[in-house]
């Protein structure tokens, strides 16, 4: 069963009830993060995200953590390029005591200075540690290459400069533009009480001042360039990104078939070139990320660094491939099945289930209805999969990024 409730103040909840479960999976999603940034707020949405676990008003960080523990549930989040997420998952009974724990620093985080600069000192190592991870390191690249340094291009961690910069002032201000009720949702899924979830965000947020979030379109520019950061490590990491749909596109779901086909799984055409038949790479896949205003269909690959030029050519040849011969009935009828057991398999899960519901919510001001997905996988047809071909792999904006021992970048 799924429920939908609007409150006063432009807050959504959304619930989808799974009776037949012992746990439940609780989440606050703001329609924010890297994206929405200014050159000075560069980084803060992550470090806002880390801070709301530092202390509360009436709970230490300690206290935060050890009451979660005591009641055997976890709670974590995430940041993205438009999208930061604070969950809690625990079981059916011990719901209420997690949710007002996940409530609490969501709405009363007091942000101790003492607790904000160690926090500044552990970003900082994050930042550092992505330099050290090749991989990241390369798709972070990627996007700046294909976005530019702005909107969609930024770096989610931000700079060493800014976040050793940023004060309660500027948390505040980015707070009261961005974590307003009508750019928030809460989403729930799991064995949970329908009246119960609709007590508890009454209780907690109906306080909230409803205020219009002033969300305006990402200015995007694809930027077509490629860039190289040489680095003395063993492998060449290769990234290649091409334009691609937005998020509710009418090729968007014949492109996640496409996908899925090119370099989405192992039995892909990516993954058994480079991979199974020449031996050039452990790791080699593509993905598709849409957002509202744009999307990149991006490929990645980390190969021997002498054989990174061989390794270029062989994703271009099956990108040459795929584009003049197209793909077969039995790739088709493979690569959609893929993605119906997937939506299949996310019903089985709560924390799947919470998202998927919060970002149809948050995005599209819609009820996810698995049926509907289903539906509309299955009446994708071929020449719909041919056309998201004809529309992928445009080498006019084509971007790329190389990571490693090279001096050159990848044309």
Request: net charge negative; hydrophobic share 35%; with cysteine.
């Amino acid at each position: 069963m799924v429920h939908y409730k609007k409150f006063n103040n432009g807050l959504r909840l959304v619930v989808n009830q799974m009776s037949s479960l012992m746990s439940v999976t609780m989440g606050i999603l703001v329609h924010t993060g890297a994206s929405v940034e200014s050159d000075k707020e560069d980084g803060i949405s992550h470090f806002i995200e880390h801070m709301m676990f530092k202390g509360t008003k009436k709970r230490t960080s300690f206290q935060i953590s050890d009451e979660m523990d005591a009641i055997g549930a976890q709670m974590n989040a995430f940041t993205g390029k438009d999208l930061t997420c604070y969950y809690a998952k625990s079981t059916t009974g011990h719901a209420a005591e997690a949710f007002d724990i996940l409530a609490d620093l969501f709405l009363e985080s007091t942000f101790p200075d003492d607790e904000m600069e160690r926090e500044k000192g552990v970003i900082i190592e994050e930042i550092n540690m992505n330099e050290d991870t090749p991989d990241d390191l390369c798709l972070d690249l990627l996007s700046r290459a294909f976005f530019g340094e702005r909107g969609y291009g930024r770096n989610i961690l931000g700079t060493h400069k800014n976040v050793a910069g940023f004060n309660k002032s500027d948390i505040a201000a980015y707070m009261d533009e961005h974590y307003i009720p009508d750019n928030i949702v809460i989403s729930m899924a799991g064995n949970i009480d329908i009246s119960l979830a609709e007590e508890m965000v009454s209780k907690y947020f109906s306080g909230l001042e409803q205020k219009r979030c002033k969300r305006k379109d990402i200015a995007v520019s694809l930027k077509g360039k490629s860039l190289v950061k040489p680095k003395k490590i063993e492998q060449v990491h290769i990234g290649i990104a091409y334009p691609t749909v937005k998020r509710y596109d009418k090729l968007y779901d014949a492109t996640q078939i496409m996908n899925v086909i090119f370099g989405g799984g192992v039995s892909s055409r990516l993954f058994q070139t480079v991979r199974e038949k020449l031996g050039l790479a452990y790791t080699v896949y593509s993905y598709v990320s849409s957002y509202a205003e744009t999307g990149a269909l991006s490929i990645y690959a980390g190969v021997n660094a002498k054989k990174y030029a061989q390794s270029a050519e062989a994703i271009y040849g099956c990108i040459d491939e795929i584009k003049k011969n197209g793909i077969s009935k039995e790739e088709f009828s493979r690569g959609r099945e893929q993605l119906v057991s997937s939506s299949i398999f996310s019903q089985e899960s709560t924390s799947s289930q919470m998202l998927i519901f919060g970002k149809e919510l948050l995005y599209g001001d819609k009820i996810y209805n698995f049926e509907d997905r289903v539906n509309r996988l299955n009446a994708v047809t071929l020449d719909d999969v041919h056309a998201a071909v004809e529309f992928n792999f445009d080498d006019k904006n084509k971007a790329t990024a190389l990571v490693g021992a090279v001096r050159k970048p990848l044309c």
